[in-house]
């Protein structure tokens, strides 16, 4: 069964930094791309970033970009997202997301998803 | 960045209603659309993909069709645990967007 397990999250001060972590089960981690995704309370869903399955490519939203960095352990089976600099509108649940396709390349299609970790920012 | 458009936001139904929800892409995006469900608290749950494709372990009252810059999401039959708000996305491109949701609930 696959299991994506979030950790990491809580209360923040804007301009501080946080590190989510992401345990992964029931597949083979080294072989998927993944992504993170957010939702700030009563909103939709939002993007925010992806990592190649061996780490060597990644991409991520305008909204994050030189602040978060993605990044993960295949050894460890855990997808990581290192966040600095935050900021009030970076609260939100933020789940990662395993890629849909199998073996190569990526699908940009969220098939497995974890629970979430709430991150707030707040002083 | 592509646009997604759902309608309508909301939506009443009854148990045993038929329902369908529209979305649009701000380009042509071919059939790489796919619908996630999302109930109160919960992670969103792939449904369809690939635009009409049935995601393994739901069931076949959910449909997709469409193609292009239009596409549709129809419950034949709604369920009691059916009600739940319901996401588009676009595969197409980086970076991948999501349509605003349609909350479906009941009448």
């Known amino acids: 069964e696959v299991q994506l397990v979030e950790s990491g999250g809580g209360l923040v001060q804007p301009g501080g930094s946080l590190r989510l972590s992401c345990a992964a089960s029931?597949?083979?981690?080294?072989?998927?791309?993944m992504h993170w995704v957010r939702q700030a309370p009563g909103k939709g869903l939002v993007w925010v970033s992806r990592?190649?399955?061996?780490?060597?490519?990644?991409s991520y939203a305008d909204s994050v970009k030189g602040r978060f960095t993605i990044s993960r352990d295949n050894a460890k089976n855990t997808l990581y997202l290192q966040m600095n600099s935050l900021r009030a509108e970076d609260t939100a649940v933020y789940y990662c997301?395993?890629?849909?396709?199998?073996?190569?390349?990526?699908?940009?299609?969220?098939?497995?998803w974890g629970q979430g970790t709430l991150v707030t920012v707040s002083s | 960045d592509i646009q997604m458009t759902q309608s309508p936001s909301s939506l009443s139904a009854s148990v045993g209603d038929r329902v369908t929800i529209t979305c649009r892409a701000s380009q042509t995006i071919g059939s790489y659309l796919n619908w996630y469900q999302q109930k109160p608290g919960k992670a969103p749950k792939l449904l369809i993909y690939?635009?009409?494709s049935l995601q393994s372990g739901v069931p076949s009252r959910f449909s997709g069709s469409g193609s292009g810059t239009d596409f549709t999401l129809t419950i034949s039959s709604l369920q009691p645990e059916d009600f739940a708000t319901y996401y588009c996305?676009?595969?197409?491109?980086?970076?991948?967007?999501f349509g605003q949701g349609t909350k479906l609930e009941i009448k």
């Open positions: 029931g597949f083979t981690f080294s072989s998927s791309y």
């Open positions: 690939g635009a009409s």
């Open positions: 990592i190649k399955s061996d780490g060597s490519s990644t």
């Open positions: 996305q676009q595969s197409y491109s980086t970076p991948q967007t």
């Open positions: 997301t395993r890629d849909h396709k199998n073996g190569g390349g990526y699908s940009n299609t969220n098939d497995y």
